[in-house]
């Protein structure tokens, strides 16, 4: 495939973990391997748990826009017309205040300016997924979109000039990596992630996708291209790459139009 030249076509940062993502032309590394301000904060209830798309569906209902530069976020309920705006730092309280008031319990928010709140505290690496591949998912179920798509399935970056799949070339059997390179940023291609619940339901209302899950396990064993390493599919609910960047990442910039050169697997 020495005509395909994969290029970042799309960056995504989640400044509130499971609220809504900010779009962005470049992002800077962090020394743990993950994006600067991505998942930076969360929301936990009094035992010390997440609140997010896994534990509460309410949390879809949340519109959010967060200011990046200012840390101002602005927050609304789905369906709703009345947003209100918090400073997260200076602002803690009254934003913790309105979210225990609409979750019906009490929560806090917390922030992790070093690694942010990665679901995979061992590869908290950005996540990668192909434009094509959320086209060829989105074909898989009647009344879905490429951007709801985009939507459920999170990822941080998103690779253009490719076919559907093709990011499944960025892992190789358990305990190796495929080293890759973005721009100038080294990469580990890990594995392919384990999805859970979240992916099932509407982005914005919670609602779920009849059968969404068994649709999804059977088209990805059928569509899973030959040259992918199957012994990494203990089941076929899997999709986008988990990463890892060496600490020598860190302060390098990602940016939209950087190219993705596969190294070799290790």
């Known amino acids: 495939m020495t005509d395909v030249i994969p290029y970042v076509s799309k960056l995504f940062i989640y400044p509130i973990k499971s609220l809504d993502r900010v779009g962005i032309e470049n992002i ?3 020394r743990s391997g ?5 998942r930076e904060f969360a929301i936990f209830d009094q035992s010390g748990n997440f609140v997010n798309g896994k534990r509460n569906d309410r949390i879809h209902a949340i519109r959010s826009a967060f200011d990046i530069a200012t840390n101002m976020v602005s927050l609304q309920v789905q369906g709703t017309d009345r947003a ?3 400073q997260v730092e200076k602002e803690r309280e009254a934003l913790e ?12 928010v917390k922030q992790n300016l070093d690694t942010g709140f990665p679901d995979d505290t061992v590869s908290p690496g950005p996540t990668i997924i192909s434009t094509a591949t959320l086209e060829a998912i989105a074909s898989w179920y009647p009344g879905l979109d490429v951007e709801e798509v985009r939507l459920r399935f999170r990822a941080n970056i998103e690779i253009s000039g490719v076919p559907a799949f093709w ?3 960025l892992f190789t059997k358990a305990e190796g990596t495929v080293d890759f390179q973005i721009g100038d940023v080294q990469f580990m291609g890990i594995n392919p992630c384990q999805r859970c619940v979240v992916i099932t339901r509407d982005s914005k209302t919670g609602a779920a996708y009849p ?9 990805r064993r059928i569509t899973l291209p030959e040259w992918a390493e199957r012994s990494r599919f203990n089941h076929f609910y899997r999709l986008a790459i988990n990463t890892r960047l060496p600490v020598t990442e860190a302060g390098k910039t990602i940016r939209i139009g ?7 697997p290790r």
């Open 28 to 30: 800077t590394v962090l």
């Open 34 to 38: 993950a994006l600067k301000r991505d």
């Open 84 to 86: 209100q705006t918090f």
């Open 97 to 108: 205040c309105w979210l225990s008031e609409f979750f019906g319990f009490p929560v806090e």
């Open 167 to 169: 990011e499944d070339r």
């Open 211 to 219: 059968n969404f899950q068994k649709t999804f396990v059977a088209q």
């Open 258 to 264: 950087d190219e993705l050169r596969i190294d070799s």
